[in-house]
């Protein structure tokens, strides 16, 4: 089957180890020369990166033409360049392909993976890593998941699809289900009762990868909130040896729940179970920060939050479709 073809005549970057290129414009009548621009753009990248990514031909100008980093930059419009970390670390684990067909690839994601390049994964995150394996240049994501969730991961295939998967989760049209570990509700001095409906307004935190909720009264949104999450405790655990920063600890029980988000606000599902009393199992950032994000992970202490199933009606071919993920969390095996 043919999903569609692209109309666009605009040049396109070839995808290269499975990096697709980034673009950023340059300011009309800069007199600063590409590698100055960049250096000063991207100032958290050093000069000798950017160098180097001149010297193997991976900055280009919007015709596609290599740059060099002392080229003038007065007739240029954007550069076109390519993500690269050196001395990457690898992933001691790798992601499944559970379902592929002419439109779809559905992965089944480990902790700590990336979907997209970000931080100091490039080549080790889910999608660069598929489009190696599957040969697919257009592949990409339509909906979002954690970097420390594990599960279930829908990418469309062809560039041309893309809308019209993302349009699904726009709309609420896809049924999705995460199982997640946390203190059994006794713990919780909100003494949640469940099954419940978790609604509220959340917004960034001063800490940009942290969200928070703030309350109804410090915003004007006629409905009052923007994420909403169904909730259910669903099995007691064993207890579990809680470290303490003050040189003690203590037995927490634990317990087993599943989570039904109806939105899709970034981090919903951990800030609604931090707001409940309840955070999750291993939660580095709620409800404070244990770990900074540029530190080593653990990974003998995975968040224990798994994106179970998901379901939707596929809107290319028609046809429903469920998936559901072979992992499991920690306390569950």
Not at 171 to 193: F, M, N
Request: proline share 7%.
């Amino acid at each position: 089957m043919v999903c569609g073809m692209s109309s666009s005549n605009a040049f396109k970057p070839p995808v290269k180890n499975g990096v697709g290129s980034s673009t950023v414009s340059v300011p009309a009548n800069t007199t600063l020369s590409p590698i100055d621009f960049l250096t000063a753009k991207f100032s958290a990248i050093s000069r000798e990166e950017w160098q180097h990514r001149f010297e193997v031909g991976e900055i280009l100008n919007a015709a596609g033409r290599v740059m060099g980093p002392q080229d003038s930059l007065r007739n240029e419009s954007h550069l076109h360049y390519y993500r690269s970390i050196l001395n990457e670390p690898e992933l001691p684990f790798k992601a499944a392909v559970i379902f592929q067909d002419d439109c779809l690839v559905v992965a089944d994601k480990p902790h700590f993976m990336p979907v997209t390049p970000g931080g100091r994964y490039v080549q080790q995150s889910l999608l660069v890593q598929l489009k190696q394996q599957l040969n697919l240049p257009e592949l990409s994501p339509v909906h979002r998941i954690d970097r420390e969730t594990a599960g279930l991961v829908v990418l469309s295939v062809r560039a041309q699809d893309r809308n019209a998967y993302q349009e699904l989760f726009r709309l609420r049209q896809v049924e999705k289900t995460y199982e997640a570990i946390a203190g059994a509700p006794e713990t919780s001095p909100r003494h949640p009762k469940f099954p419940l409906v978790h609604r509220s307004m959340m917004v960034e935190d001063s800490q940009f990868f942290r969200m928070r909720e703030i309350s109804s009264d410090l915003h004007h949104d006629s409905l009052g909130y923007n994420s909403e999450t169904w909730m259910d405790c669903v099995e007691r655990l064993h207890s579990h040896l809680i470290e303490s920063t003050h040189d003690n600890s203590c037995i927490k029980p634990l317990a087993s729940y599943l989570l039904k988000p109806v939105t899709g606000q970034r981090h919903q599902l951990r800030v609604h179970m931090n707001a409940l009393g309840l955070p999750l199992m291993n939660d580095q950032f709620y409800p404070q920060v244990l770990r900074d994000t540029n530190e080593h992970d653990d990974f003998n202490a995975p968040l224990q939050l798994l994106a179970k199933t998901i379901s939707f009606k596929d809107p290319v071919t028609g046809i429903s479709k469920s998936f559901q993920s072979s992992r499991q969390l920690v306390a569950l095996r």
